[in-house]
T-cell receptor, first 108, second 114 residues
């Protein structure tokens, strides 16, 4: 099963862009890349997902490398409410490995 | 909006007790999941279900069982609770779209076994 690797923690200043990386070197051709985040004292919530092309939604952008072995979640202007743990996962068949994610700290 | 409701936010039980954690979703989702979350270990899948009365083991099913008698309800059962089952338990549901499936999570139940 394909797994992902993320840095344990990152910091960002408020209102600056944040780039959260994820490595998935064993990704298969049909694996979608999903991102979730978990705010303090809450369950995870869906952020964005993609297959090959870059994706944008109201929460974030997802940039996928051409070889698909890595991706980057982009928060265009970090706010204090974006402080959370961010998970990058490849939810293939029976593969729902969330790992420990990246803890994002936003500095006022 | 999808709503996944877990019956309790906090629960304290004694070692050896039988514990039921209940989860209900209101969006007619096919799939339901139970995870536990521990510091440094992330979310780990315990069991999941793709249909009523159907269940599949996840990564750490030992010491747990599940029940899905109705589509909207998925119960996690600890037959004889032990202290190493003290954890945050998260329930999720999804529509069932394969690779594109989005999971919707409940707020979690923090279980303490004394």
């Amino acid at each position: 099963d394909a797994k992902t690797t993320q840095p344990n923690s990152m910091e960002s200043n408020e209102e600056e862009p944040v780039h959260l990386p994820c490595n998935h070197s064993t990704i298969s051709g049909t694996d979608y890349i999903h991102w979730y985040r978990q705010l303090p004292s809450q369950g995870p919530e869906y952020v964005i997902h993609g297959l090959t092309s870059n994706v944008n939604n109201r929460m974030a952008s997802l940039a996928i490398a051409e070889d698909r072995k890595s991706s980057t979640l982009i928060l265009h202007r970090a706010t204090l409410r974006d402080a959370a743990v961010y998970y990058c996962i490849l939810p293939g068949a029976n593969n729902l490995f969330f790992g420990t994610g990246t803890r994002l700290t936003v500095i006022p | 909006d999808v709503k996944v409701t877990q019956s309790s936010r906090y629960l304290v039980k004694r070692t050896g007790e039988k514990v039921f954690l209940e989860c209900v979703q209101d969006m007619d989702h096919e799939n339901m999941f139970w995870y536990r979350q521990d510091p440094g270990l992330g979310l780990r899948l315990i069991y999941f279900s793709y249909d009523v009365k159907m269940k599949e083991k996840g990564d750490i099913p030992e010491g747990y069982s599940v029940s899905r008698e109705k589509k909207e309800r998925f119960s996690l059962i600890l037959e004889s609770a032990s202290t190493n089952q003290t954890s945050m338990y998260l329930c999720a549901s999804s529509l069932g779209q394969g690779e594109r499936d989005i999971q919707y999570f409940g707020a979690g139940t923090r279980l303490s076994v004394l």
